[in-house]
Structure formats: structure tokens, C-alpha cells
């Protein structure tokens, strides 16, 4: 399966500031995801990263608030812009290699914003 | 209607018993089926597969799928503490991959 590498694996932040997350994939996938998940919560899909286009954003979530970049088949970053405490939460990088396969996800980034 | 739904529990049962994980989907188009395990703090990860009708199992873990009746379920035979976790049931309709809201396992010793 799909090897991830998600960084920061947590970050403390101030209010007001931005904080990017970066996903490596060892291997070229067809799509690439990135989730919030509150503490015993489900997943809420933030959005769909698309190689070279911009990404599709799920209601509720807008560009201007998490704007995201996929330069490529194996990499992305999910930009968390000016913060509050409502923002703080685990985010999750998830890749899926090809049609019909399972997503398999990067060990996320905990952050908590003061 | 929820297009992945599972009871959210959470589910007890002690130690050694069956445990039985249930989801239902709403897309008939659905083409594959999985079962991830979400221990707390950690990452969702990929425990079983099922893409045809039947029953698959692997170890102490059986799968079965069936899609007239669009239900896939989990059993964990023998049941161990470390089973303890939240069990999230995902369908995909090729490219487009929808979770469950999961279901928390608790085995108790």
C-alpha cells in the first residue's frame, strides 16, 4: 500500500496565523484527500486535491479559508488560513491509488490553536 | 438519508465473543467495500476488503457483503481488548470513496 508522510504531525498556533500541511505520497495516485476529524468524531471530508486544477471543496468548507495545492500526482498541501479555536482539530491526508481501491491515509496533524 | 450508515454504539462485548459490525449503503452502484480500524488518536487504517458477494475472512476477521440487500458487515471472532476501537465501514463507487460515521468496540476483559 501507498506509503504517506504528513507533516507537521502537530503544531500549536496563534490565533489569526496560517499553517500549512504537507502530504508526500511514495507512489503516483489518482486522487488525494484531506479530512477533519474532531476528538471521538467521524471524518468530515474538507475536500478533493485534483492534479493541476483547483481542488472541489465539500459545503461548508471554501477555498479562502483552506486553500490547497496539488503540483503533482504524489504530493499536496492543505493551507489552514487565519485561525481560531474552532479550527483546532486532527486533519487527515488521504490518498487513493486507483478505481476501486481503499483510500489509505497519512497519520494526520494534530493542532490546537490558543 | 445517510448514503454509508452504521449504528454508532458504543458496542460491548467481552472477551472471546463474536463481534458484529453492521453498515448499510445507499448507492446500488457501490463497487467495493472496506472495514478500517480508527484507534484513538490514531489514523483510520485498512483492515479487510470485500468486493463480491459472500463472506471473505482473514484471521479473525470475516467480511460479508450483500449487495441486493446493500449491507456489509464485520465479524471479529474471539474478540480481544486490543479489538477495542472505533470501525469505520467505507464504499466506493470507483473514484469516489464514502465513510460511515463508525462504530465504537469496546471488549472487555
Known amino acids: 500500500s501507498a506509503v504517506i508522510s504528513q507533516k507537521p504531525s502537530r503544531d500549536i498556533c496563534q490565533r489569526g496565523t496560517s499553517l500549512t500541511i504537507q ?25 478533493t486535491a485534483n492534479q493541476g486544477s483547483e481542488a472541489t471543496y465539500e459545503s461548508g468548507f471554501v477555498i479562502d479559508k483552506f486553500p490547497i495545492s496539488r503540483p503533482n500526482l504524489t504530493f499536496s498541501t492543505l493551507t ?10 486532527i486533519y487527515l491526508c488521504s490518498v487513493l491509488p486507483g478505481p476501486r481501491q481503499p483510500q489509505h491515509f497519512g497519520d ?5 490553536i490558543l | 438519508q445517510k448514503e454509508v450508515e452504521q449504528n454508532s454504539g458504543p458496542l460491548s462485548v467481552p472477551e472471546g465473543a ?49 449487495k441486493a440487500s446493500q449491507y456489509v458487515s464485520l465479524l471479529i471472532r474471539d474478540s480481544q481488548p486490543s479489538d477495542s476501537a472505533t ?23
Open chain 1, 108 to 112: 494526520g496533524t494534530r493542532l490546537s
Open chain 1, 80 to 89: 489552514v488560513s487565519n485561525m481560531s479555536p474552532e479550527d483546532s482539530s
Open chain 2, 18 to 66: 463474536i463481534a458484529s459490525l453492521n453498515c448499510t449503503y445507499s448507492d446500488r452502484g457501490s463497487q467495493s467495500f472496506f472495514w478500517y480500524r480508527q484507534y484513538s488518536g490514531k489514523s483510520p487504517e485498512l483492515i479487510m476488503s470485500i468486493y463480491s458477494n459472500g463472506d471473505k475472512e482473514d484471521g479473525r476477521f470475516t467480511a460479508q457483503l450483500n
Open chain 1, 23 to 47: 502530504c508526500q505520497v511514495d507512489s503516483q495516485v489518482t486522487m488525494m484527500f484531506w479530512y477533519r476529524q474532531q476528538p471521538g468524531q467521524s471524518l468530515t471530508l474538507i475536500a
Open chain 2, 87 to 109: 470501525y469505520l465501514c467505507a464504499v466506493n463507487q470507483v473514484n469516489d470513496m464514502r465513510f460511515g460515521a463508525g462504530t465504537r468496540l469496546t471488549v472487555k476483559p
